[in-house]
């Protein structure tokens, strides 16, 4: 059992910048593909960042690629979720995930372990 817990979101500007933390309660967090998804009311669950399990590979969903940068300290058993110019369309709840073995997924049902998720609101 892997306990992910968010932090870090908040209301900003649009252009400004947000990092979002998820603090995972695993031992062996380098066990775990790690995403980050997101969803705004009334839409799916989308798909933000992956990053696998030693660091090497990350991938982005098109609507935030150059802006957004995700990263894992797993020594801290920590994921990272850097986000510059910001837009409003990045209004959400924010999710990080873990995927045991192979992966990570960009689908979130390939996912096993959810947080509870931290609100990111971008005015404008």
């Known amino acids: 059992q892997v306990q992910l817990v968010e932090s870090g979101g908040g209301l900003v500007q649009a252009g400004g910048s947000l990092r979002l933390s998820c603090a995972a309660s695993a031992r062996t967090f380098t066990n775990y593909g790690m995403g980050w998804f997101r969803q705004a009311p009334g839409k799916e669950r989308e798909f933000v960042g992956r990053i696998t399990r030693s660091s090497d590979r990350t991938y982005y969903a098109d609507s935030v690629k150059g802006r957004f940068t995700i990263s894992r300290d797993n020594v801290k058993s920590t994921l990272y979720l850097q986000m510059d110019s910001l837009k409003p369309e990045d209004t959400a709840v924010y999710y990080c995930?873990?995927?045991?073995?192979?992966?990570?997924?960009?689908?979130?049902?390939?996912?096993?372990?959810w947080g509870q998720g931290t609100q990111v609101t971008v005015s404008s």
């Open positions: 995930a873990a995927q045991i073995g192979v992966g990570p997924s960009t689908n979130w049902r390939a996912y096993n372990y």
